[in-house]
């Protein structure tokens, strides 16, 4: 009997996890995440959501933080006029979370965790650049743009509606002509979450 009861609780246990809503994902992501929203305030933040009001508040370090979407299993919450965060539910025990910086150029950090975020997950997305020369440019050309796509910033994008993630970049030190000059031979990926990772 007592063995019947804990496999009862923990079929219980399981159902709970993998029925969380991204609502309750995100209320109950760790203080240490973001230490200047903690759980009162992104409550309240939801809370706005579900009321169709502004759902904006001002976090503790004095910025506003505002909730721009929020479905089943997707999430974006611009953190202040410079960060967003991007959360999105992969599958019943996998969500991914994207913290990106907008300054003069961008950049963006991936994370994987379990749906209770309990535990911190192995991340082994190939995000690196990857170049190619068209056919109709010169092998000069591409000789010399090569050598202007260092360093690179990493921009990530979730997809709201699929179980996917664009990877495109960004280059700090160029001026606007060069940064058209290079997108020609700039490969943007789109990984999908395959067998528990980005591929």
């Known amino acids: 009997m007592k063995t019947l009861f ?7 246990g399981c159902s709970f996890v993998s029925a969380q809503s991204m609502r309750d994902i995100w ?11 903690n759980k009162s305030l992104r409550t309240e933040l939801a809370d706005y959501v579900a009321i169709k009001a502004n759902p904006s508040i001002q976090n503790l370090l004095g910025d506003t933080t505002s909730i721009e979407k929020l479905t089943d299993d997707y999430l974006k919450v611009n ?10 539910k992969l599958d019943n025990n996998t969500i991914a979370v994207v913290k990106s910086w907008n300054n003069a150029s ?5 994370k994987l965790y379990s749906i209770d975020w309990s535990t911190r997950k192995e991340n082994n997305a ?3 650049l990857e170049i190619e020369k068209p056919d109709t440019m010169l092998a000069s ?3 010399d743009l ?9 921009i990530l994008t979730l997809s709201e509606k699929e179980n996917s993630m664009k990877v495109d970049y960004a280059f700090p030190l160029l001026g606007r002509k ?4 290079v997108r020609p031979i700039v490969k943007t990926k789109f990984l999908r979450w395959v067998d528990n990772k980005f591929q």
């Open 79 to 88: 953190l202040n006029e410079c960060t967003t965060l991007q959360v999105k």
């Open 178 to 181: 060069d940064d058209e000059r």
């Open 146 to 154: 090569k050598w202007l796509i260092s360093p690179y910033f990493i």
């Open 106 to 110: 961008s950049d963006s950090d991936l």
């Open 6 to 12: 804990i496999a009862f609780m923990l079929t219980m």
């Open 27 to 37: 209320i109950n992501m760790p203080d240490k995440l973001l230490p200047y929203l």
């Open 126 to 128: 190939d995000v690196a």
């Open 141 to 143: 050309t591409y000789s």
